[in-house]
C-alpha cells in the first residue's frame, strides 16, 4: 500500500512540474514580439543612421546585428531547454507508468 501511495504521489508531482513547463513553454512562446520588436527599431535605427549620414553608421548596424543574433540565440536555447525538460518528463512519466504496468 506504501507502494502505491508513494507511486500515486510522485506521479502528482510529476504532472504539477509538467503543467508548469506547458505553461512555461507557451508564456515563453507569447513573448517573441519582444526580439521582434527589437529587429524592428535595429532595422529603423540603420536606415536613420544612413539617411542622415552618421559617420559610424556601419559600426552601429554591425553591432545592432550582433545583438539581434544574440537575443535570438538566448531565445531559441531557452526554448529548446524548456522543451527538453519537457520531453524528459514525458519520458519519466512513460517509463513509471510502464514499471506500474509490469508489476
Same mark, same amino acid.
Given at each position: 500500500?506504501?507502494?502505491?501511495?508513494?507511486?500515486?504521489?510522485? $506521479?502528482?508531482?510529476?504532472?504539477?512540474?509538467?503543467?508548469?513547463?506547458? $505553461?512555461?513553454?507557451?508564456?515563453?512562446?507569447?513573448?517573441?514580439?519582444?526580439?521582434?520588436?527589437? %529587429?524592428?527599431?535595429?532595422?529603423?535605427?540603420?536606415?536613420?543612421?544612413? %539617411?542622415?549620414?552618421?559617420?559610424?553608421?556601419?559600426?552601429?548596424?554591425?553591432?545592432?546585428?550582433? $545583438?539581434?543574433?544574440?537575443? #535570438? $540565440?538566448? %531565445?531559441?536555447?531557452? #526554448?529548446?531547454?524548456?522543451?527538453?525538460?519537457?520531453?524528459?518528463?514525458?519520458?519519466?512519466?512513460?517509463?513509471?507508468?510502464?514499471?506500474?504496468?509490469?508489476?
Amino acid at each position: 500500500m506504501n507502494l502505491t501511495h508513494n507511486n500515486l504521489e510522485s $506521479i502528482k508531482r510529476e504532472e504539477g512540474q509538467k503543467e508548469l513547463l506547458e $505553461i512555461s513553454l507557451e508564456a515563453h512562446r507569447s513573448r517573441r514580439w519582444v526580439i521582434n520588436s527589437i %529587429y524592428a527599431i535595429s532595422l529603423l535605427v540603420v536606415i536613420l543612421c544612413f %539617411y542622415f549620414h552618421v559617420p559610424q553608421a556601419v559600426i552601429i548596424t554591425v553591432s545592432l546585428f550582433c $545583438i539581434c543574433t544574440i537575443s #535570438d $540565440i538566448l %531565445y531559441r536555447a531557452l #526554448d529548446k531547454k524548456i522543451e527538453l525538460r519537457l520531453k524528459r518528463i514525458k519520458q519519466e512519466k512513460r517509463k513509471s507508468i510502464f514499471k506500474v504496468n509490469k508489476s
